[in-house]
């Protein structure tokens, strides 16, 4: 990399990935598609690495603009803050929309109370709570969607700074009529499985873990509606994988998974990483972190 870099061309690099095409940031920084070519051109020669290659949807960053891009973003993003300080925040005077997404078995335990303090702490702004979905990364990213909720992913993003809010007991969870009462007789059951967006999508970590100890369970249903979820486990004698604390002990018989089975699971919140000192997002992970302790 040469020790010459232009950081001015920086911003250029931060918009052609959020944008993924040069005629969108040159309209955007009221340039030429040439000149913003040019300014790739340079930024490649400067950084040694291609940046950008193109994909079916527009420009796709390499590997390694992708490991950079969290530092450069929060760099400049300091850099603004000291040259632009932002004027003191009041949420009670905060007017826009704010836009929260959190996977559903959030949803069902904690909207409601976050919403309860939101509506108190921003009395003046519509509050949209959705199901994480897909695109939702994506939409952090783009500044679509404030704050997420979800667990702790590894896999995720970079670009995505994950505030850990609290850590998860799991277990088997049958209905009380089920014939099993121990991890050996209850792997032999047919399972239903939660599926999480942006959590359990594209990986199967129990699963995995299971697997590489020889146990493969008999997975028979999968679904992304956890009330649905439960009316199975307890209408047709299947068995789940539960966090303990959101299960009612009244409904639900628990069967312990041995300890070099278990995975670390973990509630967190997702800020988009160059937002992580933005005053409306600091207020809205300390509202967050209040509920799901």
């Known amino acids: 990399m040469s020790n010459e870099l232009n950081y001015n061309l920086l911003k250029v690099l931060i918009l052609l990935n959020e944008q993924r095409n040069l005629k969108k940031v040159a309209n955007i920084l009221g340039n030429t598609e040439s000149a913003i070519s040019k300014h790739l051109s340079k930024l490649r020669e400067q950084i040694g690495d291609p940046l950008f290659i193109r994909g079916n949807v527009g420009l796709e960053p390499t590997l390694v603009l992708q490991e950079m891009l969290p530092q450069i973003e929060n760099a ?66 783009d500044g679509k969607i404030q704050i997420g909720v979800n667990f702790l992913n590894a896999d995720r993003t970079k670009q995505i700074y994950q505030k850990k809010l609290l850590e998860t007991v799991q277990v088997i969870a049958v209905s009380h009529s089920h014939g099993a009462n121990t991890w050996e007789e209850v792997i032999q059951a047919p399972f239903a499985q939660i599926r999480v967006s942006g959590w359990n999508d594209k990986k199967q970590h129990f699963v995995d873990v299971c697997r590489k100890n020889g146990i493969r369970l008999n997975y028979q249903l999968r679904t992304d509606d956890l009330m649905a979820l439960q009316r199975f486990v307890l209408d047709d004698n299947m068995a789940m994988v539960g966090i303990r604390a959101m299960m009612d002990e009244k409904e639900f018989k628990f069967i312990e998974i041995p300890e070099k089975l278990r995975i670390n699971l973990s509630f967190a919140a997702c800020i988009k990483l160059t937002n992580r000192s933005s005053p409306l997002h600091i207020e809205l992970e300390k509202i967050i972190q209040k509920i799901i302790v």
């Open 76 to 141: 400049l993003q300091q850099i603004d803050n000291a040259i632009f300080p932002e004027s003191k925040f009041i949420a009670s005077e905060y007017k826009n929309t704010i836009h929260i997404a959190m996977h559903s078995v959030t949803i069902k335990y904690y909207a409601s109370k976050i919403y309860s303090i939101l509506r108190k702490r921003f009395p003046h702004s519509v509050i949209v709570i959705e199901t994480w979905t897909e695109v939702t990364e994506q939409e952090i990213l």
